[in-house]
């Protein structure tokens, strides 16, 4: 495991590397963390509630909403461009796992988010938004757990994105569509609650909302009790299916390379 934490690490330098695009991505995401709150004051001008969801209950969910989905996804990125420009024979023949070296990739660029994006906008919301906090330490853990499986489940399927660059010219498009789909469906821009019934129906058997919605339903308290439990069991599901579909899809994938010379 020594040398995953040393590519973890190494991701970590490569993504403070350039200083100015570090502060950016700051700049960037508390702008978008503004943009949000001064959207929902409007949308609940003259209205104390919106489907039994208070303001506060909406800042609250939205702002969390917004952190985890900085770090579902991004290992897809990575592996696709290492299949595009050929790397990949080269990584299949050096002493590791190539898919444990792309998710420590991952996992440094996803630590360095956090202080770079999640730290400060946090401390914005908790500041000048009066963000709301997990009424039980029940519900803190739970929501750990069901956060750390939502990320697992979102890089998972990130992986499984960028592998279609073995049989594609280019997944531009397809990333494209992906993030759309894990923005809407996951619950990223408003709680799957508001969905009409119908869409809601096909949203639960998606993986989407096991990213995003109920981790954050759990923090918020829109999903309490007996119900955060479940939630969680539906993330363990997902969880396992996507990472046997991992293994099986990225067994038939590395078929398609021919190495010469050996």
Do not use: C, H
């Not at 096909?202 to 990213?211: N, R």
Request: hydrophobic content about 55%; aromatic content about 18%.
């Amino acid at each position: 495991m020594a040398k995953y934490w040393q590519i973890a690490k190494a991701s970590m330098q490569m993504q403070t590397a350039y200083s100015a695009w570090y502060w950016a991505g700051t700049v960037s995401a508390v702008i978008r963390l503004l943009i949000i709150y001064y959207f929902w004051q409007a949308v609940y001008t003259n209205r104390p509630s919106i489907d039994n969801i208070d303001l506060p209950t909406m800042l609250t969910y939205i702002v969390i909403a917004m952190l985890l989905q900085g770090f579902v996804g991004g290992v897809g990125n990575n592996l696709a461009e290492e299949i595009k420009n050929g790397n990949v024979a080269i990584e299949l023949m050096r002493p590791y796992d190539m898919i444990f070296k792309m998710f420590s990739v991952d996992a440094g660029s996803k630590i360095m988010y956090f202080f770079q994006g999640t730290i400060p906008m946090v401390l914005i919301a908790y500041f000048f938004m009066d963000l709301s906090f997990p009424s039980s330490w029940e519900t803190v853990l739970l929501f750990i757990v069901s956060a750390m499986a939502g990320i697992w489940i979102g890089t998972f399927f990130d992986f499984l994105v960028g592998v279609l660059a073995f049989w594609t010219v280019n997944v531009w498009g397809v990333r494209v569509l992906k993030e759309s789909l894990i923005t809407f469906f996951s619950g990223a821009l408003v709680p799957i609650t508001l969905f009409p019934d119908w869409l809601r129906t096909i949203t639960e058997f998606l993986p989407f909302q096991a990213m995003v919605y109920l981790p954050v339903s759990i923090y918020s308290g829109l999903v309490t009790g007996t119900d955060a439990y479940i939630a969680i069991g539906v993330q363990v599901f997902w969880l396992a299916a996507l990472y046997i579909l991992v293994k099986v899809i990225w067994a038939q994938a590395i078929k398609q390379i021919t190495i010469f010379g050996g």
